[in-house]
């Protein structure tokens, strides 16, 4: 199933949000992207909807299975790019958020070369042979 940019975002910030406290509430969802709570209610409902998401009693958002595939998938590309630019010597602020403007667009084609070329640029220096 295709799933917008926005849903995208929606969803990586879930999981973002989830790594770094363990639970989500739509409030921090609509912290962390400078959304209107409003705004990220009826992003929710229509996650709900699509099966990306369930809310439980409490008000807390839980990643359904398809939701963590798109978040992990979007996620994995915006660390890879960010990890490219800051290579190229873009600063970590700039790259996060050039990261965030190519990381829907590019092909996967593309994306796969760039992820093994940084992990190349990145990889510690082999031991010389004696």
Request: glycine fraction near 6%; include cysteine; charge should be negative.
């Amino acid at each position: 199933m295709h799933v917008y940019e926005s849903a995208e975002d929606y969803l990586e910030a879930i999981l973002m949000i989830e790594k770094q406290r363990g639970a989500v509430r739509s409030i921090d969802v609509a912290n962390r992207l400078g959304f209107s709570k409003p705004s990220v209610s009826i992003a929710m409902k229509k996650l709900r909807e699509s099966g990306h998401i369930e809310m439980d009693p409490d008000g807390f958002i839980h990643l359904l299975p398809a939701g963590r595939e798109v978040a992990e998938h979007i996620y994995e590309r915006h660390r890879t790019l960010t990890d490219f630019f800051v290579c190229l010597g873009v600063s970590g602020e700039v790259a996060s958020a050039d990261a965030c403007k190519v990381e829907h667009d590019l092909s996967r084609e593309t994306f796969e070369r760039i992820k093994e070329h940084t992990q190349k640029m990145m990889a510690p220096p082999a031991a010389a042979e004696n």
